[in-house]
């Protein structure tokens, strides 16, 4: 039986036809997630699944952790709006975690908290808002991730001169691009598990007309799902929690 530790991660309780450990290594480099998953798959020649593919699902992998997980990747950053209520999120947003402050025209000059509402309230409350007199500081914010992630509203309205508010959103993760030494995962180091049952579950399904492959395919993804289901969980409650305030 292949008995492992990766970061302390236990065996998936299948048998294989070799023995071998893996040391515990708390690396984050891609390559070290690849070439842990080539000795899982008891290829470290790379002659059934190739490097690249492997890399391809771990780079899905990082996606899918980001997706789910909204802290896993998320950024906090500047962005300047445009003149009216209707504003775009960042080419690279997920979803918007949550609206801080504002940041003054020069995106430098911290301002006034910003505080997130329902847009139905919004509207039953105070129907004309989207025509109000404009205003460079930003009140309010209407945001809907499940409608619409790409857009949001702010209240007053922003003026010609528009200014920059602070966000904290998920971000898309960078794509990895080659499995030289040096070249990190993106999303937080602590879901490199998680990455690494990701890519065996990709790597198995590549052989999914064998049962007992389908099997362990099946097998790995359900150990990624629990590896990141608890905080998934937790970080939707919190996120929920926060909206309804």
């Known amino acids: 039986m292949l008995n492992y530790s990766v970061d302390g991660y ?10 071998i450990t893996i040391e515990p290594s708390y690396r984050t480099d891609a390559v070290s997630i690849i070439n842990d998953a080539s000795v899982l798959l008891n290829d470290v020649a790379f002659s059934r699944w190739t490097q690249s593919e492997l890399l391809s699902w771990l780079n899905a992998g990082q996606l899918e952790v980001a997706t789910q997980v909204v802290n896993s990747n998320a950024n906090t950053q500047q962005i ?7 504003q775009s999120s960042p080419e690279d947003s997920i979803r918007i975690v949550e609206f801080v402050r504002n940041m ?3 995106g430098k000059t911290p301002g006034a908290a910003i505080r997130q509402i329902d847009r139905k309230t919004m509207d039953r ?7 109000d007199v404009p205003s460079g500081s930003v009140v309010h914010v209407m945001y809907d991730a499940v409608d619409n992630n790409s857009a949001f509203y702010v209240w007053p309205p922003q003026p010609n001169y528009p200014q920059y508010i602070e966000i904290i959103y998920a971000q898309i993760p960078q794509q990895i691009t080659n499995c030289a030494i040096g070249e990190k995962i993106t999303i937080m180091p602590y879901y490199r598990n998680a990455l690494l049952d990701y890519v065996l579950y990709r790597a198995f399904a590549k052989d999914s007309d064998s049962a007992n492959q389908a099997q362990r395919s ?3 993804y359900q150990m990624f799902m629990q590896a990141i289901g608890g905080k998934f969980s ?3 409650n919190a996120n929920n929690d926060k909206a309804m305030q």
Not at 10 to 19: I, K, T
Not at 125 to 131: A, K, R, V
């Open 80 to 86: 300047q709006l445009v003149a009216g209520s209707l």
């Open 10 to 19: 236990s065996s998936d309780g299948y048998f294989y036809d070799f023995s």
């Open 218 to 220: 099946q097998a790995h």
């Open 104 to 106: 003054g025209v020069d």
């Open 125 to 131: 409350f105070y129907p004309s808002w989207t025509s």
């Open 234 to 236: 937790g970080d939707t």
